[in-house]
C-alpha cells in the first residue's frame, strides 16, 4: 500500500514506521520542520534511524502548501495515517486543549478533500486511553487531563471531515508503550538511567492500574489495523490494543526483573506511599494483543530492549542467563 504518515519522529511514530515498512508498504513520511538538525537528539536519533525506504520530506505541515504539494504528485493513496499530535507537558494542568485541538486539526479539512479523489480508502487517527469513553476502569470513563480532552475532541474533528468526503476514519487507541528509543523521562527509560548509574529510582504512583505495551508489539497492532481498515473501508473502526495490565508497581517489577536479568544489573525500586489520586485508579485498554502478533515474540522484544539501553548507557556485556 501507499501510505502517507505524520508523526514519523515520535516514539511510537518511529516504531509504526518500521514495522509498516517491514511488510513492504511504501510509505510518506512528513515533517514540520525544515530539517533533522531542528530536532531534538532523541527525535534526530529515531529519524536517522528510520527505514531508508521510507520516503521524507520536510517543513510539510498538514494543510500546508508542500503537504498540497506532495499529496498532488501522485494519483493513489491507499491510507493517511495522522500520528502527529501536539503532546507538550501532556500531564500539567495548564495544557491548552484550545491551543492543542487547532494544532491537532490544522488543515485536516483540506486533507481529506485532497485525499478523497485519490482512491484514499481510510484515515487512521491515533487516540489514547487516556481520552474520555476510551478503554475500561474506573468509572465514569472521564480524560485522564486536558491533554486527554485535547485528544478526544481532536479525534471527532477529524472524524467528521473524513467521512464528510467518505473516507472510512479508524481509530488506533494506544495504552503505554515503552521500549527503545523513547523519550527520556519517560517511566522505564527513568528507570533503566536510574539502574545503570548505580541509582534507586522512586516510583510515586506504584497504585495506579494501568495497560504497559512493548511498543514492537503496539507496532504490529497498529501495521495491522492499516491493512485491515484500508483493505476493508470498513466505517469507524477502532481498536484498543493492550498488553500488561497491572498495577505500575507490579509491572515495574516485572521491567526490573527483565532489564537485570539481561543486563546484569541490580534494580532496586523505591516504592512511595502514594498520595497523588489525581487520575483514575485504573484505566486499560481492552484487548490484549500478544497472542494475535504472529510476528511478534515476547522474549526477543526485551532483548532488543535490553540492548538499546546497554548501548545508550554503556552498559558492559553480561555473560550470564536471563529468566523470560
Not at 502514594?274 to 485498554?285: G, K, L, V, Y
Request: with cysteine; charged share 20%; glycine share 6%.
Amino acid at each position: 500500500m501507499k501510505i502517507l504518515f505524520t508523526g514519523a519522529s515520535s516514539f511510537s511514530g518511529f516504531w509504526y514506521v518500521k514495522a509498516l515498512c517491514a511488510r513492504g508498504h511504501e510509505l510518506f513520511c512528513t515533517f514540520t520542520k525544515p530539517s533533522p538538525n531542528e530536532y531534538d537528539e532523541t527525535c534526530r536519533e529515531r529519524i536517522e534511524s528510520l527505514p531508508a525506504d521510507a520516503k521524507k520530506t520536510w517543513a510539510c505541515p498538514t494543510g500546508s502548501e508542500a503537504f498540497k504539494t506532495l499529496v498532488e504528485s501522485s494519483d493513489r493513496w491507499d491510507s493517511v495515517c495522522l500520528h502527529g499530535a501536539s503532546v507538550g507537558n501532556y500531564k500539567s494542568p495548564d495544557f491548552n486543549v484550545f491551543d492543542a485541538l487547532r494544532a491537532n486539526t490544522a488543515g485536516i479539512a483540506e486533507l481529506s478533500s485532497w485525499m478523497s479523489p485519490r482512491g484514499c480508502r481510510a484515515a487512521i487517527a491515533t487516540g489514547s486511553y487516556s481520552e474520555a469513553d476510551e478503554g475500561c476502569g474506573t468509572t465514569p470513563l472521564k480524560a485522564f487531563a486536558p491533554y486527554g480532552l485535547s485528544k478526544t475532541l481532536s479525534f471527532e474533528y477529524t472524524r467528521f471531515h473524513f467521512l464528510q468526503t467518505g473516507i472510512s476514519t479508524g481509530k488506533f487507541v494506544m495504552p503505554n508503550p515503552f521500549g527503545a528509543y523513547e523519550k527520556p523521562g519517560s517511566f522505564t527509560t527513568y528507570l533503566a538511567k536510574c539502574w545503570a548509574e548505580g541509582k534507586t529510582p522512586k516510583v510515586r504512583t506504584p497504585d495506579y492500574i494501568r495497560d504497559n505495551i512493548h511498543v514492537s508489539l503496539l507496532a504490529e497492532a497498529y501495521a495491522d489495523f492499516v491493512e485491515t481498515t484500508a483493505r476493508s473501508g470498513f466505517c469507524s473502526a477502532k481498536i484498543n490494543p493492550g498488553e500488561y495490565r497491572s498495577t505500575q508497581k507490579e509491572f515495574a517489577l516485572m521491567f526490573a526483573r527483565q532489564i537485570g536479568d539481561r543486563l546484569g544489573l541490580e534494580t532496586p525500586i523505591d516504592f512511595a506511599v502514594q498520595s497523588d489520586f489525581s487520575e483514575p485508579m485504573a484505566r486499560t485498554n481492552t484487548l490484549d494483543y500478544a497472542p494475535l502478533a504472529t510476528r511478534w515474540n515476547e522474549s526477543a522484544a526485551w532483548d532488543f530492549t535490553a540492548a538499546y539501553y546497554a548501548r545508550k548507557y554503556n552498559i558492559p556485556p553480561h555473560q550470564g542467563t536471563h529468566r523470560t
